[in-house]
């Protein structure tokens, strides 16, 4: 792959500074930035997918066979196919259950399942084993474990290896992590200036005041047979129990697949579940007069919770009709200049920026969740989000729930955490 002075505008505006850079066969290249710096549509432009409004200058020159690993799972999976059926479009059946099973997805509920019954780093193995199973000339790879707990990350990365050795394969690949650069012998192409925040300090903010109050929730997903019978396929949550204070950063961690979102969606009212109960400012999620202003959810892929079709103030305005566009952008540190870019133009990253504005915009008291939010954001951007958040806290008197994979992402930031193990909460 070579480009030469190559840059991408879009709607007037110039993406990213002309760039060069070349990958040879077998040769590794990682591209580090801050957020919203352009390294997606870099990637997207190099895989051939680039938006048809954009406009390229320089030159190009990429393989026809590249494997695409995109960083937003839900938006790149048809909601209507199976896992299976939409690997093994890429190659031969055997070949897909194999990568599949490599990938830690074997199991026939998970190949049979929809992307919307499996989890978030569920479905980005699945986005894997596409880009992977038609034997690609190159790989490009969009911040391909940002969703995966660390011991399943170390198996993509090895696996990514293993492809790029026997295969010869050229690796272009975008993080901000930088031992996904290490781990996979990385030759790195800075697009913005390297910057590490360190993370600050938990401040402690609680209260005696519980905001949120789960009692033994329980929650089951069922199947019908093939006479239209349901019977349970599996248990996702078992006797959870937990509160949150006003003012406090409660953590949840563990690996992908044991019910982390399950939970969140529960708690926010997205999903029924069979027994137990829970509380919201001491009502019940029915009880609620204003069920979006007293809880809030912002979700793994942020774009879920964004209308593509509305501007950055638009957004917000949804959120809070009385909030005034200075005031809002101004507290909780968007830029200006977002404000008339619909939410699709925005990097994903920028969009986790806007999803979490927008979320406490529309919050007066209650509960912020969020869905391992944060995961797509460098050092600098997550903390900067972590402090308005805090503020927020102590101007509201918040509760925050963060989910994650990883006790050290939330070691400096949560004032509590508890972890989750197939469905129960371990303390």
Same mark, same amino acid.
Request: hydrophobic share 40%; with cysteine.
């Given at each position: 792959?070579?480009?030469?002075?190559? *840059?991408?505008?879009?709607?007037?505006?110039?993406?990213?500074? =002309?760039?060069?850079?070349?990958?040879?066969?077998?040769?590794?290249?990682?591209?580090? !930035?801050?957020?919203?710096?352009?390294?997606?549509?870099?990637?997207?432009?190099?895989?051939?997918?680039?938006?048809?409004?954009?406009?390229?200058?320089?030159?190009?020159?990429?393989?026809?066979?590249?494997?695409?690993?995109?960083?937003?799972?839900?938006?790149?999976? *048809?909601?209507?196919?199976?896992?299976?059926?939409?690997?093994?479009?890429?190659?031969?059946?055997?070949?897909?259950?194999?990568?599949?099973?490599?990938?830690?997805?074997?199991?026939?509920?998970?190949?049979?399942?929809?992307?919307?019954?499996?989890?978030? !780093?569920?479905?980005?193995?699945?986005?894997?084993?596409?880009?992977?199973?038609?034997?690609?000339?190159?790989?490009?790879?969009?911040?391909?474990?940002?969703?995966?707990?660390?011991?399943?990350?170390?198996?993509?990365?090895?696996?990514?290896?293993?492809?790029?050795?026997?295969?010869?394969?050229?690796?272009?690949?975008?993080?901000?992590?930088?031992?996904?650069?290490?781990?996979?012998?990385?030759?790195?192409?800075?697009?913005?200036?390297?910057?590490?925040?360190?993370?600050?300090?938990?401040?402690?903010?609680?209260?005696?005041?519980?905001?949120?109050?789960?009692?033994?929730?329980?929650?089951?997903?069922?199947?019908?047979?093939?006479?239209?019978?349901?019977?349970?396929?599996?248990?996702?949550?078992?006797?959870?129990?937990?509160?949150?204070?006003?003012?406090?950063?409660?953590?949840?961690? !563990?690996?992908?697949?044991?019910?982390?979102?399950?939970?969140?969606?529960?708690?926010?009212?997205?999903?029924?579940?069979?027994?137990?109960?829970?509380?919201?400012?001491?009502?019940?999620?029915?009880?609620?007069?204003?069920?979006?202003?007293?809880?809030?959810?912002?979700?793994?892929?942020?774009?879920?919770?964004?209308?593509?079709?509305?501007?950055?103030?638009?957004?917000?305005?949804?959120?809070?009709?009385?909030?005034?566009?200075?005031?809002?952008?101004?507290?909780?540190?968007? =830029?200006?200049?977002?404000?008339?870019?619909?939410?699709?133009?925005?990097?994903?990253?920028?969009?986790?920026?806007?999803?979490?504005?927008?979320?406490?915009?529309?919050?007066?008291?209650?509960?912020?969740?969020?869905? +391992? *939010?944060?995961?797509?954001?460098?050092?600098?951007?997550?903390?900067?989000?972590?402090?308005?958040?805090? +503020?927020?806290?102590?101007?509201?008197?918040?509760?925050?729930?963060?989910?994650?994979? +990883? +006790?050290?992402?939330?070691?400096?930031?949560?004032?509590?955490?508890?972890?989750?193990?197939?469905?129960?909460?371990?303390?």
């Amino acid at each position: 792959m070579r480009l030469q002075n190559f *840059s991408v505008e879009l709607g007037g505006r110039q993406v990213f500074e =002309p760039i060069s850079l070349t990958v040879g066969p077998g040769e590794r290249v990682g591209l580090a !930035g801050e957020s919203g710096c352009g390294k997606t549509t870099l990637l997207k432009a190099v895989a051939g997918i680039l938006d048809a409004k954009a406009k390229a200058g320089g030159e190009i020159s990429a393989p026809a066979n590249i494997g695409y690993l995109p960083q937003e799972s839900l938006s790149n999976l *048809s909601p209507y196919r199976t896992v299976l059926d939409q690997v093994s479009d890429l190659a031969p059946l055997e070949d897909a259950q194999r990568l599949l099973e490599r990938l830690g997805i074997g199991d026939a509920r998970l190949l049979h399942s929809y992307p919307h019954q499996i989890s978030g !780093g569920q479905r980005q193995r699945v986005l894997c084993a596409q880009a992977l199973v038609a034997k690609p000339e190159m790989l490009v790879c969009d911040e391909p474990v940002a969703n995966l707990d660390s011991v399943t990350a170390r198996q993509l990365l090895a696996l990514i290896d293993e492809y790029l050795q026997s295969s010869g394969a050229g690796l272009l690949i975008a993080s901000h992590r930088e031992d996904v650069f290490q781990a996979l012998g990385c030759r790195v192409h800075r697009m913005t200036p390297e910057c590490e925040a360190q993370p600050r300090p938990a401040t402690s903010l609680r209260r005696d005041r519980i905001v949120a109050q789960v009692r033994d929730l329980s929650k089951t997903y069922y199947v019908r047979d093939f006479l239209l019978r349901r019977r349970p396929a599996w248990k996702a949550l078992s006797g959870v129990s937990f509160s949150v204070n006003a003012g406090e950063v409660l953590g949840i961690v !563990g690996p992908s697949g044991v019910g982390k979102s399950t939970l969140v969606r529960c708690l926010t009212g997205r999903e029924t579940f069979e027994s137990g109960t829970v509380e919201i400012l001491g009502r019940t999620l029915e009880e609620l007069p204003a069920r979006h202003r007293a809880v809030q959810l912002v979700p793994q892929e942020c774009s879920e919770s964004l209308n593509p079709r509305l501007t950055v103030q638009d957004v917000m305005r949804e959120a809070n009709p009385a909030a005034t566009r200075v005031n809002w952008f101004d507290r909780l540190g968007i =830029p200006q200049s977002w404000a008339l870019r619909k939410t699709r133009e925005l990097s994903t990253g920028q969009r986790a920026r806007v999803a979490v504005a927008r979320a406490l915009a529309a919050l007066e008291e209650g509960v912020l969740v969020l869905d +391992e *939010s944060l995961s797509g954001l460098d050092a600098a951007t997550a903390n900067a989000v972590l402090d308005r958040i805090r +503020e927020a806290q102590r101007d509201k008197g918040l509760a925050c729930v963060l989910i994650a994979h +990883e +006790e050290s992402v939330l070691g400096a930031v949560a004032d509590r955490i508890v972890r989750m193990e197939q469905g129960r909460m371990i303390a």
